[in-house]
């Protein structure tokens, strides 16, 4: 006799059905209905705890819906932070041009992180032809010198000049993206850049990095200093309205910093798609330091508001900014 084939009952169905939706719906529904977190970012490698944070499921993870939004620059990143277009910054975003959105709408953010780099943890440097005769900073002087897009990057770039013995010399804006080709050409002389930008050019043989951790040794006094030129953050209207969410989102974001740290080898292969760099080059580009809110010493708060001060004694702040403030409690 063949065995009878068990029958399922509508009764058992909708009963499977109520038992899957009391085990398994809520965190589904959570990660559904919760606000979508648009992070704006630059492809700069400092960026790096933010893409690899997004690229191996950590927000995901944690039921957060995090869409990364890519700017041309990080004063645009800004911008869509003041407009409400965008719900905080990724690393690599320019504290300075940051520090301009909130002159002109105090409270915006909170920093979550920064991105402190020096003459180790290089990030900033000036850039050259890798023949050209150049060997020195003051050499520059009245050469045609190009810098990123953005206040920050421009006022950094003619106070480096100016301190490095090359006063006076006029700096141009232009996309990050086409600092190397620009060099290649002969378009300018040399470039104020950020990694990746020195690493993709020293590889593709057309340009030699003239000075790197420049910040630090012009602008700090002192090349080992940690200069917080990029910074994480969440926009202070989303703190407000999602302080649950927004703790989940930096301890996500966390888990990003601590692979960097922990297996920095992983965590490189996350600049491809998001920096010019891809495939066994990844391996080839310098890091920045990371410090997350609750990491900074009183040292590293002092080097942070010597660099805002500058821009202060520049006139691109309007009024002193206390950096302490800025910083996620």
């Known amino acids: 006799m063949t065995p009878r084939k068990p029958t399922t009952t509508r009764r058992q169905l909708l009963g499977a059905t109520a038992a899957l939706a009391t ?17 704006g970012y630059w492809p700069v490698a400092a960026g790096l705890p933010f893409y690899a944070a997004v690229e191996k499921g950590y927000f995901k993870e944690a039921g957060l819906d995090v869409e990364a939004l890519k700017f041309a620059g990080a004063q645009q990143v800004m911008e869509a932070m ?3 277009r965008c719900d905080g910054s990724s690393n690599g975003t320019g504290s300075g041009n940051l520090g301009v959105g909130e002159i002109a709408s105090p409270g915006l953010f909170k920093i979550i992180a920064t991105n402190p780099s020096n003459a180790t943890y290089v990030l900033d440097e000036f850039l050259v032809p890798k023949d050209s005769p150049i060997k020195s900073l003051a050499e520059l002087k009245g050469k045609r010198i190009a810098s990123g897009p953005g206040i920050q990057n421009r006022v950094l770039a003619q106070t480096v000049l100016e301190r490095a013995g090359a006063a006076g010399t006029a700096v141009t804006e232009l996309p990050i993206g086409q600092h190397v080709a620009a060099l290649a050409a002969g378009q300018v002389d040399a470039v104020y850049t950020l ?23 012009y602008i700090l006094g002192d090349p080992q200093a940690p200069w917080h030129g990029g910074s994480a953050t969440l926009t202070s209207e989303f703190i407000k309205k999602h302080p649950d969410v927004a703790k ?10 601590e692979l960097v740290r922990k297996d920095p080898a992983e965590a490189r292969k996350y600049l491809k798609g998001y920096t010019a760099i891809e495939g066994p080059l990844t391996g080839e ?10 990491e900074f010493k009183p040292a590293d708060v002092a080097a942070f508001q010597k660099f805002f001060d500058l821009f202060t004694e520049k006139g691109v702040f309007e009024k002193k900014l206390d950096v302490a403030s800025l910083l996620y409690k």
Not at 23 to 39: D, E, N, S
Not at 248 to 257: H, S
Not at 285 to 294: I, K
Request: aromatic share 6%; no cysteine; net charge positive.
């Open 195 to 217: 990694e990746p930008t020195g690493t993709v050019g020293r590889l593709n043989g057309t340009t030699r990095v003239l000075e790197a951790g420049v910040i630090a040794k």
């Open 285 to 294: 580009v310098p890091l920045a330091s990371y410090m997350l809110y609750n």
């Open 248 to 257: 989940k989102y930096i301890a996500a974001y966390a888990r990003g910093i």
């Open 82 to 84: 003041l407009a409400g």
């Open 23 to 39: 085990l398994g719906a809520p965190a589904l529904v959570r990660a559904q209905t919760g606000p979508k977190i648009r992070i």
